[in-house]
């Protein structure tokens, strides 16, 4: 039976389109996603969109629409980011949008069960109210009446409203995170919750908002004059949509979800808010949280409300860099964790030399060889394979090349297999697409030191059938391991390499040497990176 892993995104804000930040999340969930599939997994990846609160409703007005018709603002924003999702690729399983009534009818029900079971309680509040981050803070925690998680002014509060009691399940939280049974990554996040589940006491965490100050959000089922805050509102997605309420069978098959792949913004209220309601509900807690790093530009965040974001589409449009290739920034730049600085210019430079110059180019010389030397056939290599190749003074220096791309070639699943694996510290994009990459830059070396055009001079077939058989081999291996990162790139070199079964069902053992039969007719097409000249 197929192993099933179910994956989520967070669910985005649409106050304002989305930016690189959030395709981001998107690429690496659907790069694992594909990765999966490719190692034959049946894969649910959810993602989807926040639609209440306090934010979306000012936006709303901001919009110029009149209150009360924040429906209509949300409805025009979903396209945007559906549309954006189909340019980069995004394969999701379900798009959930938190107005959905599946959706609110599971939170209603949710709370009610929360209530009813002595989970929640009425008291008046009094602190700080951060309306960005839709987050409380003690007088505490922000001194100075400044939010500590973005920095801008916090507004005062002083209202009554019913909170969870979050505080009841501190110790078993720390268990959980400490047992690894919800595992909190990279290690420095389990860190860091930890550290401050151990040096702080929870406050109880508010729940609702009066309908005096806030209509825009989900009425609470005991009291019909407040909505849900809309942070337990959006948290309870990963299970409203799986069909905790409407089809037990598929939440018993995909729950506890494998990965919540998050920003680090949102750790706490994944790390620690969501575990403990799920304790409170008596389900299980995720197997995993993984929190990535953020995309920074002059050193602030990449965010809708800072005026620094980036627009993908604009990057198309502008500069010519396509989804794939933006794909392959995002996720070859920095370690999967860590901030990664953002510049136009850092774009290109990576476009030019790593897919331009280096895989690119690879595939172009390779074709035009196979088209000039072999008819466009994809040549037999003799048994005595190389034979050709050691008559040179350099001979042992190509066999030696040879071998090594071979023995890298084998050796790659393993390597990927290891980095992306979710099971254990992964995923991380980088080292995996570092190890591809050291395999097309061993081929475009061997081109240069074989020198195949000498070969070609001499008439030397069977030297030139062993080149450009080692050549083929390597990129036909390269284009299945790249598909996950960049499945429209990886389609069209396999399609160059004339193979018309779909890439789709080749799945990991299958990728080996070999892969490409001699006698196969190539189908030579456009570069696939034409270089891209920065003003
Ligand atoms: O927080 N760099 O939504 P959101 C990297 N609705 N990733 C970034 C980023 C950046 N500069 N900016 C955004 C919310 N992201 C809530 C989530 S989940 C139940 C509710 C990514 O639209 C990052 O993954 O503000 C962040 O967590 C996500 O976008 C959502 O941001």
């Known amino acids: 039976m197929k192993k099933t892993y179910y994956i989520t995104s967070p669910l985005y804000y649409v106050n304002a389109a989305p930016h690189i930040g959030h395709c981001y ?33 000012k936006a709303s007005i901001e919009s110029g629409l009149p209150k009360g018709c924040e429906n209509k603002f949300v409805d025009a924003i979903i396209p945007r980011f559906k549309d954006l999702w189909k340019y980069l690729d995004i394969n999701y399983n379900f798009f959930i949008r938190t107005s959905d009534k599946n959706h609110i009818d599971t939170v209603k029900h949710i709370l ?5 079971n002595g989970h929640i309680y009425k008291k008046i509040y009094k602190g700080w109210f951060c309306t960005p981050c839709e987050m409380f803070w003690q007088q505490s925690q922000a001194p100075e009446g400044i939010c500590p998680d973005c920095k801008r002014n916090l507004e005062k509060l002083d209202e009554e409203n019913y909170f969870f009691k979050l505080s009841s399940y501190q ?52 009291d019909k004059d407040y909505v849900t805050y809309v942070w337990v509102d959006a948290l309870l997605n990963y299970i409203s949509g799986i069909g905790y309420l409407g089809n037990k069978k598929q939440f018993k098959k995909l729950w506890p979800a494998d990965l919540h792949l998050i920003g680090k913004d ?56 396509k989804a794939d290739a933006l794909r392959y920034f995002l996720l070859s730049q920095v370690q999967f964790g860590r901030d990664g600085s953002f510049t136009e210019n850092l774009c290109i430079e990576k476009y030019n030399s790593d897919l331009a110059n280096d895989l690119g180019n690879l595939l172009n010389r390779t074709l035009t060889m196979v088209e000039k030397y072999f008819d466009g056939v994809v040549p037999k290599v003799l048994k005595d394979e190389g034979r050709g190749v050691r008559d040179g003074e350099d001979d042992q220096v190509k066999a ?48 240069e030191v074989s020198a ?47 193979q018309e079964n779909d890439i789709l069902n080749i799945k990991y053992p299958k990728i080996k040497w070999g892969i ?4 196969t007719r190539i189908n030579k097409g456009k570069p696939l990176f034409p270089r891209i000249t920065s003003e």
């Not at 939280?173 to 930890?194: F, H, T, Y």
């Not at 390597?415 to 097309?440: C, M, R, S, T, V």
């Open 25 to 57: 999340t998107q690429v690496a969930c659907d790069t694992i996603s594909r990765f999966l599939r490719q190692n034959d997994c049946d894969v649910f990846f959810m993602t989807g969109t926040d639609e209440h609160g306090e934010k979306i409703e």
């Open 112 to 116: 009610d069960v929360l209530n009813k």
């Open 171 to 222: 110790d078993k939280l720390i268990k959980c995170i400490e047992s690894d049974e919800l595992a909190v990554r990279p290690p420095m996040r389990k860190n860091e919750v930890l550290s401050f589940l151990k040096g702080n006491n929870l406050q109880d965490l508010c729940i609702s908002r009066p309908k005096k100050r806030l209509k825009w959000g989900i009425e609470l089922p005991f």
């Open 266 to 321: 949102i750790l706490r209220h994944h790390a620690i808010y969501w575990p403990i309601l799920l304790i409170a509900l008596g389900e299980k807690v995720p197997r995993k949280v993984f929190a990535h790093g953020w995309w920074v530009i002059d050193k602030e965040k990449m965010s809708k409300s800072k005026d620094n974001a980036v627009d993908p589409m604009r990057l198309l449009n502008e500069k010519g860099i």
């Open 400 to 447: 030696l090349l040879r071998e090594e791309i071979k023995g890298l070639a084998d050796e790659l699943p393993k390597k990927i297999k290891h980095y992306i694996d979710i099971e254990k510290d992964g995923p991380d994009f980088q080292p995996a697409l570092k190890a591809i990459w050291e395999l097309i830059n061993k081929a475009n070396k061997y081109i």
């Open 452 to 498: 195949p055009w000498k070969y070609a001079k001499d008439k030397n077939t069977s030297a030139l059938a062993v080149i450009i058989d080692t050549l083929v081999q390597a990129q036909g291996i390269i284009s299945v391991l790249l598909y996950p990162f960049m499945p429209h790139t990886a389609k069209d070199i396999w399609s160059q390499l004339g």
């Open 516 to 519: 490409i039969k001699p006698g």
